[in-house]
């Protein structure tokens, strides 16, 4: 829940000298945690979470966060200190958004919603998140699409005392690779580290009433094989070009799992728009994300706790543009996945002042000590694309359907490890995860694991041009809204050519469909 502090006035009243005003998460070491502060579990997890929370606030103070292992978002109130501590986990699995008020009252919950709801906040789009989105399709950095709505972003602390935030981060990405080390070795300690994290999530979770999401690919088969999960849901479409059904059919015979198919239509595509952009709260134009959402609530009616494979492809190098890391060298990389250049976004946008893209990543760049490019591309995407896209996708619309999701892969301890793993080894002869894939090989066929990368594609590009869809975006990419933030006649050129048969268009059209649909929603 949203937590007001009125000139800290509200605290007060507080008994407890300790108190959790909002917590949402997964604390995957927790047993280890208790053992450590000598805690008995709770009736339930989130009882026992909260428990260990306090007390372990109270052993290490501000440096508790870099003890927890899984997704978390909280804030405590400490009443001696007449502060409020906050964290959010090291890869932003959770979210965290605050606003400070005019009167210098602070607001903080893991959902945007209860923030803007609440009496006397003004909603005001940020021009500089708006610019941003409507270049990367996603809220990037440390700003939401609300004027006064902030994130914490992920590996951060924040402090709030007397009317001041200070904010401090706890965990960064730092790549030091080790020399010498076999790729047998390097196979072995990828599998050996995924069984520990896996074996917390077996304390905490009835696997054998879990499933995982599998696709075609490498994460989510090795994920299957690795976990012993008997049951897995495949997010397919009914165009036969673009599912991956046939090679999770093919993974899941091997493994010995039941697969639960569930097949997305053009009409329930468009119809669980609504829905996603109520559950992720800010607008997201990444296709696939609103296929997820889509699938997410037919899996719920079978399960209620999933494994999926995020994570792997931004700590092992997975992504195809990372075959460029040598060409992109003496470029300031800004992420795997674009819509807009600077440029463009200028002409289509109506703002006033415009800001360099390169400022997402000026720190990597300039402060942060890391040689290599292929490992600077990494950290720009764990940054930007893993928080801001991915990460807040599932999250979200997993926990909207009532599903525990745990994310093996975009573990801390995971991601330590493939920080060490030369770049040769992560991409070798332009084979991305190259040693993650051998890793995997020793459990699937070498043909999965060696299966070219597909990136879960949607057919919403044919899609989109189909009646009543297209209909019904036109009606919203050139209504009463349209005009208070974009160039309509540029609109109306770009979508006359996406309609007309230039496809390379189509990100733009639904990027801005899908801001149109969410501030019509929002507003």
């Given at each position: ?40 579990a709770e009736s339930s997890r989130n009882k026992t979470e909260r428990k260990l929370l306090l007390t372990a606030y109270k052993r290490w103070g501000y440096d508790m966060a870099a003890h927890l292992e899984g997704s978390f978002a909280f804030a405590i109130w400490d009443e001696e200190k007449r502060e ?309 996708n599932v999250s979200k619309n997993t926990h909207a359907c009532g599903i525990n999701l745990l994310l093996p892969f975009a573990d801390r301890r995971m991601f330590a490890l493939s920080a060490q793993i030369p770049p040769t080894l992560k991409l070798k ?95």
């Amino acid at each position: 829940m949203c937590d007001i502090l009125k000139s800290l006035a509200v605290a007060k009243k507080e008994v407890a000298a300790l108190k959790i005003s909002f917590y949402e998460g997964y604390i995957r070491n927790q047993k280890n945690l208790c053992e450590q502060l000598r805690l008995s579990a709770e009736s339930s997890r989130n009882k026992t979470e909260r428990k260990l929370l306090l007390t372990a606030y109270k052993r290490w103070g501000y440096d508790m966060a870099a003890h927890l292992e899984g997704s978390f978002a909280f804030a405590i109130w400490d009443e001696e200190k007449r502060e409020m501590f906050c964290a959010r986990d090291p890869f932003g699995i959770q979210t965290f958004y605050y606003h400070l008020t005019s009167e210098g009252e602070f607001l903080c919950s893991g959902n945007v919603r209860e923030i803007v709801e609440t009496k006397g906040f003004q909603k005001a789009i940020d021009p500089q998140a708006l610019q941003y989105y409507f270049m990367f399709g996603y809220p990037v950095g440390e700003k939401t699409i609300y004027k006064s709505v902030l994130k914490l972003l992920p590996g951060r602390t924040l402090i709030f005392r007397e009317g001041q935030c200070k904010i401090n981060r706890y965990f960064k990405p730092e790549f030091q690779p080790e020399i010498g080390v076999s790729e047998i070795e390097w196979e072995e300690r990828i599998r050996q580290t995924l069984k520990t994290v896996l074996d917390e999530d077996r304390e905490n979770f009835d696997f054998s009433r879990a499933q995982c999401f599998l696709s075609g690919g490498v994460d989510s088969s090795f994920l299957l094989a690795a976990s012993g999960v008997k049951n897995a849901g495949n997010i397919g479409f009914d165009d036969k070009e673009m599912s991956e059904y046939a090679f999770a059919q093919e993974t899941a015979a091997f493994l010995g799992a039941d697969l639960h198919p569930i097949t997305i239509t053009a009409e329930e595509y468009f119809g669980a728009i609504p829905s996603f952009l109520k559950n992720v709260e800010l607008p997201l134009s990444d296709p696939s994300a609103v296929a997820f959402a889509a699938g997410c609530k037919k899996t719920a009616e079978k399960a209620t706790c999933c494994l999926s494979g995020e994570g792997a492809d931004e700590f092992f190098a997975g992504y195809h543009i990372y075959r460029k890391a040598e060409e992109l060298a003496n470029v300031r990389y800004c992420g795997c996945f674009g819509v807009t250049d600077e440029e463009e976004a200028r002409k289509l946008l109506r703002i006033d002042t415009f800001f360099p893209a390169e400022m997402l990543v000026q720190d990597i760049y300039e402060k942060e000590n890391i040689p290599d490019p292929l490992n600077r591309m990494l950290a720009v995407d764990i940054a930007l694309w893993l928080e801001g896209d991915i990460l807040l996708n599932v999250s979200k619309n997993t926990h909207a359907c009532g599903i525990n999701l745990l994310l093996p892969f975009a573990d801390r301890r995971m991601f330590a490890l493939s920080a060490q793993i030369p770049p040769t080894l992560k991409l070798k002869d332009s084979c991305g995860k190259y040693i993650f894939r051998k890793a995997a090989s020793e459990v699937l066929p070498e043909e999965t694991a060696f299966r070219a990368k597909a990136g879960f594609p949607v057919p919403a590009k044919k899609w989109i041009l189909l009646e009543p869809h297209k209909s019904e975006v036109e009606e919203t990419i050139f209504g009463e809204y349209a005009a208070l933030f974009l160039n309509t006649d540029l609109l109306r050129r770009i979508w006359n050519a996406f309609c007309a048969g230039n496809a390379g268009l189509f990100q733009v059209i639904f990027t801005t469909y899908i801001f149109l649909k969410w501030y019509e929603q929002i507003f």
